[in-house]
């Protein structure tokens, strides 16, 4: 069974740019969380979509952004880049993250370095 | 509200224990920990939901204290493989899932041989 994928891995952007980061989730995984990790605030958590729709999310302005799409393939997209948007983003996959919050399948992150 | 971890880190060796700790001042709905080696994703190591059922895994195993909204999770025997950063997810509330998990920054845990 595949894992979670994410692209691209690296990606290296200016200030004021918008970048667009992708995750495929493990096949039959509806559940797609998205988090920031960086070294002095571990991960933090973006937001969470389930059938397309944004469940919950997280303390991040509104330059962030997400979807899901019908195959439940994600994509965040982040606008108006700031050095302080340098960081790891991971997303993570689940059967449905509902009542009994599922086991989260993480993949292997984007590593967005804006300069 | 970002659940606090406790030791910020810990070195051990090889067979020796370690406590991790992980309290939230908000009511917890379930916690969550996992582990991650350098470079590497997140894996996932167990699920408490409230009621304090405790949760083993080999020689890993976690409680969840209600009254205390606290999480500890126990490393006996630990193995060179044990090496990583610990997180605790937490979810908060009591009626049920709000489909979002708040982790802490991380406990560097480091077994030497």
């Known amino acids: 069974k595949a894992g979670v994928t994410q692209t691209p891995r690296y990606l290296i952007k200016t200030r004021g740019q918008q970048v667009t980061l992708s995750c495929s989730p493990i096949?039959?995984?509806?559940?797609v969380s998205w988090y920031q990790q960086t070294p002095g605030q571990g991960l933090q958590f973006l937001f969470e979509?389930?059938?397309?729709?944004?469940?919950n999310k997280g303390n991040f302005p509104g330059r962030f952004s997400g979807r899901q799409f019908s195959n439940s393939r994600s994509e965040m997209n982040v606008s108006t880049l700031e050095l302080g948007d340098s960081a790891l983003y991971l997303c993570?996959?689940?059967?449905?993250?509902?009542?009994?919050?599922?086991?989260?399948?993480f993949g292997p992150g984007t590593r967005l370095t804006v300069l | 509200q970002q659940p606090v971890q406790s030791p910020q880190a810990v070195i051990l060796r090889e067979g020796e224990d370690a406590v991790i700790n992980c309290s939230s001042s908000?009511?917890?709905?379930?916690v969550h920990w996992y582990r991650q080696k350098h470079g590497e994703a997140p894996v996932f190591l167990m699920i408490?939901?409230?009621?304090?059922e405790q949760k083993g895994h080999d020689k890993i195993s976690a409680s969840f204290n209600e009254k205390k909204q606290q999480s500890s999770l126990y490393l006996t025997a630990s193995q060179l493989s044990y090496s990583g950063t610990y997180f605790c997810g937490t979810e908060m509330g009591s009626g049920g899932s709000n489909y979002k998990l708040t982790f802490g920054k991380g406990t560097l845990l480091t077994v030497n041989p």
């Open positions: 993570a996959s689940s059967l449905a993250g509902g009542h009994l919050y599922n086991e989260q399948f």
């Open positions: 408490l939901l409230k009621g304090g």
């Open positions: 979509y389930f059938s397309e729709t944004q469940r």
């Open positions: 908000k009511a917890l709905y379930s």
């Open positions: 096949s039959g995984h509806r559940s």
